[in-house]
Nanobody, 115 residues
C-alpha cells in the first residue's frame, strides 16, 4: 500500500522560511516523478513544484525563485524549501507521486503565513 506522509507545515511570519518533507512508502520511489501542489481559494490543486526521476525541477510562476524542490532517493523523501513566504502562500500543501500509470496523494500539511 502506497503512503505519502507530509510534515513540516506550520505558522511562520511573512518573509520567513519553512521546509516541507514528504516520505513515501510502498512504492519504488526512484521510479516516480514527485510534486507539491497547494489548494487554491476555489479548492482546486495548483502545481507548486515538480521534480522528475532525473531530478529536473519545474515551478509554478507564483513560487519561482522563492521555493526549491529536491529529492533524496536514498530516503524516499521529497522536500520543498520555501523562502520569502508571503501571506498568500497560506494554504494546504500536498505531496504527489506519479509514474504515468499511478497517481498518489498525501493527506496534506497546513502552511500559514501571518504576523
Amino acid at each position: 500500500q502506497v503512503q505519502l506522509v507530509e510534515s513540516g507545515g506550520g505558522l511562520v511570519q511573512p518573509g520567513g522560511s519553512l521546509k516541507l518533507a514528504c516520505v513515501a512508502s510502498g512504492m519504488i520511489f526512484g521510479d516516480y516523478a514527485m510534486a507539491w501542489y497547494r489548494q487554491t481559494p476555489g479548492h482546486q490543486r495548483a502545481l507548486v513544484a515538480r521534480i522528475g526521476t532525473s531530478s529536473h525541477a519545474t515551478y509554478g510562476d507564483p513560487v519561482m525563485g522563492r521555493f526549491t524542490i529536491s529529492r533524496d532517493n536514498a530516503k524516499d523523501t521529497v522536500y520543498l524549501q520555501m523562502n520569502s513566504l508571503r501571506p498568500d502562500d497560506t494554504t494546504i500543501y500536498s505531496c504527489n507521486a506519479n509514474d504515468w500509470k499511478n497517481d498518489y496523494w498525501g493527506q496534506g500539511t497546513q502552511v500559514t503565513v501571518s504576523s
